[in-house]
């Protein structure tokens, strides 16, 4: 068990970057489940909440491909800050987002907490890469975008779509957050129990070597063989972030999320890994997003997901 001075939560109650309404419900359902469980865990530790967009939903969504990309600009710009605030403070924060468009902004946070020449490793826990970028979006949501704007991804060489210049330099502003050029490699990106994915964030993928565990592995090999794996291949990191979204478990599990997909990991396989994950020392700030409940029964999936966040802080304190 590893040891840290100090925890802090950063809500985010976004879902400008969803196309199902109800993720910036998430992290209050989560406080719901450990009401519901009797726990204090939100009394216990520090916590902020970042100021939302969400009124962006009533108005014109923007771009066809970037749908509410200037909202998210000023979201990054807030959580990047407040991630980057904790970290030089000496804290690790923990994020409770909504959708998983904000994803790149903790990325950019991160990268700016950490000394200028670290190497950041990201553990993508999901079922779906979120490698797209306008020039190749089906959908324009932008929570299938975040990897690719901390990689500076455009992925032109398999270009379907043709972005107007106001989206082209909002995606420019989204990728430059963070610092100058991309704020992680494609070497220091390991997938977790991915196995949703369209042919243009699978030419990246090949093309450039990532590496995938998937869920079949980790039920072949167990979960503290996937653990030891993927913090060994990303051993040249100098600090790492794990992002946990929910439909990364399956979907007979993760009915309280927009995009379930069957064949994930369990409930019992998530926790396990994380809080093995979590107890390296390199690991500085770990993400929990996709939590909707206005898709749920009885809050099953909050509160799924609050045993799995009880078991990562129980290794952290």
């Known amino acids: 068990m590893r040891a840290i001075k100090k925890l802090k939560f950063i809500e985010v109650k976004s879902e400008i970057g ?3 309404r109800g993720a910036s419900l998430g992290p209050d359902a989560i406080r719901i489940a450990a009401l519901d469980y009797g726990s204090n865990l939100f009394r216990q530790f520090e916590n902020i909440e970042v100021k939302n967009e969400n009124h962006l939903l009533f108005e014109p969504q923007g771009s066809l491909y970037a749908k509410r990309a200037k909202g998210l600009i000023t979201m990054y710009e807030r959580i990047s ?7 030089k403070a000496n804290y690790f924060p923990i994020v409770l987002a909504g959708d998983h468009s904000t994803g790149g902004a903790t ?11 670290s190497r950041i490793g990201v553990i993508w826990i999901d079922a779906h890469a979120d490698l797209h970028s306008p020039y190749t979006t089906p959908s324009g949501n932008m929570h299938g975008m975040p990897l690719a704007i901390a990689l500076s991804e455009d992925n032109k060489s398999n270009q379907i779509n043709k ?8 995606w420019a502003k989204l990728k430059a957050i963070g610092g100058n050029g991309s704020n ?4 220091d990106l390991v997938y977790i129990a991915l196995r949703d994915v369209e042919p243009e964030e699978t030419a ?6 990532i590496k995938v565990m998937t869920t079949a592995e980790v039920k072949r090999h167990g979960v503290e063989r996937i653990a030891r794996d993927t913090l060994a291949y990303l051993k040249d990191c100098t600090h790492i972030y794990i992002s946990f979204d929910v439909d990364s478990m399956d979907s007979s599990i993760s009915k309280g999320t927009g995009t379930p997909v069957r064949n994930g990991i369990t409930e019992k396989e998530a926790g396990s890994l994380l809080a093995r994950l979590i107890q390296n020392e390199k690991v500085v700030c770990f993400e929990i997003c996709e939590v909707n409940p206005t898709l749920d029964k009885e809050n099953l999936m909050a509160e799924n997901t609050f045993e799995i966040l009880q078991k990562v802080v129980s290794q952290l304190t």
């Open 18 to 20: 969803a196309g199902t």
């Open 81 to 87: 800050s407040e991630v980057s605030k904790a970290l």
């Open 107 to 117: 990325i950019a946070g991160v990268r700016m907490g950490c000394p200028a020449k």
């Open 163 to 170: 972005p107007d210049k106001e989206t082209i330099e909002n």
């Open 184 to 187: 992680i490699r494609y070497d």
């Open 204 to 209: 990246l993928i090949k093309n450039n070597k």
